[in-house]
């Protein structure tokens, strides 16, 4: 794999930052990178049709980028940078796992 490490944490950060603030913004009631009234998964019992169908399609990447800290953030007012710092250290574990997966798969195939 001929992308660095930290580049690709990186990219992968940014990527899941956008991914979690654009799909809170489309389906939630509010524009937040992070629901206010602890709804992880907004969308999901919209009377809205494309929200409740968009809602259900993310539903699977949103429960491995969001899910396992979900429940560490019942306060309903956290101070926003505890948010940010452990989504962005479990992000980036899950970013090393793929680079690490990744490559893996590279070196394998140019093996053969």
Do not use: C
């Amino acid at each position: 794999m001929k992308t660095a490490r930290t580049k690709f944490v990186i990219i992968f950060l940014v990527l899941a930052f956008a991914f979690q603030f654009i799909s809170n913004s489309l389906l939630g009631p509010e524009v937040r990178l992070f629901p206010v009234d602890g709804e992880w998964f907004p969308g999901a019992g919209s009377p809205t049709a494309w929200k409740n169908t968009t809602s259900t399609i993310l539903y699977p990447i949103k429960m491995v980028m969001v899910g396992p800290l979900s429940p560490l953030f019942t306060d309903p007012d956290p101070a926003p940078p505890i948010l940010v710092f452990a989504f962005a250290l479990y992000w980036a574990a899950i970013a090393l796992m793929l680079y690490y997966l990744l490559s893996k798969i590279v070196t394998r195939k140019k093996e053969k």
